[in-house]
């Protein structure tokens, strides 16, 4: 069964100060992990699509890595329109075959304060 | 402007009271999905729709039922409400089955089961 562990729960930072949010995997086979942003009363937003390991993907200031067992969301300098919460979830090849299913995490609740 | 609407978007109803919460979307997609949000367990599918007619079960189906009899829609059934169904409801759509594409997420839909 595939699993998405994502941490911390809740992020405060102040306005310019970088951080990096973790997001730690297991899937049989994977096809894709994928970002999304999430603000209150909203349905996800799609960010990044990262394929394998050592692939980096860049959007104003986020910056999405990967490797075999975990993603990273580096936020650079952040803005308080930055706050929302980050999910992650990962596709599995062998385990939703025919299924686009989409395991998520619980996600990140990010605060940047002005 | 290419999206996913649902309505309604709020809900408030009576336990055993039938009710279908509509998913449609303007993008020609193939692959829809419903998926419900409670705290602290993430997104979860409920069921999932590769093409017109072809559905199938997600993680948790018991309680749901859908169609696809057309390619845009693909509606939410609760046939006999429950409290435990209480919870924030999102339907998302993709391109095809099969690839590799990032899915689209409708507003939500928030439904209370008294």
């Known amino acids: 069964e595939d699993q998405v562990t994502q941490s911390p729960e809740a992020l405060r930072l102040q306005e310019g100060e970088s951080s990096s949010l973790n997001c730690s995997y297991t899937?049989?086979?994977?096809?894709?992990l994928f970002w999304y942003r999430q603000d209150p009363g909203k349905g996800p937003e799609f960010l990044f699509t990262l394929y394998s390991a050592g692939e980096e993907k860049e959007k104003e200031r986020l910056k999405a890595t990967l490797t075999k067992k975990e993603s990273f969301l580096h936020i650079t300098a952040p803005k308080p329109e930055d706050s929302a919460t980050y999910l992650c979830a990962v596709q599995g090849f062998i385990s939703n075959f025919g299924n686009e299913k989409l395991t998520f995490g619980t996600g990140t609740r990010l605060t940047i304060i002005p | 402007e290419a999206q996913v609407t649902q309505n309604p978007r709020y809900l408030i109803t009576v336990t055993g009271k039938k009710l279908t919460v509509t998913c449609s979307q303007n993008?020609?997609?193939?692959?829809m999905s419903w998926y419900r949000q409670d705290p602290g367990l993430g997104l979860r599918q409920i069921y999932y729709s590769m093409n017109v007619e072809v559905t199938d079960k997600g993680d948790v189906p018991e309680g749901y039922k859908v169609s696809r009899k057309e390619k845009r829609n693909f509606p939410l059934i609760l046939e006999s409400p429950s409290p435990n169904q209480t919870s924030l409801y999102f339907c998302a759509s993709s391109f095809t089955a099969g690839g590799l594409y990032e899915q689209y997420f409708g507003p939500g839909t928030r439904l209370t089961v008294t």
């Open positions: 993008m020609n997609h193939e692959y």
């Open positions: 899937v049989s086979g994977l096809r894709g």
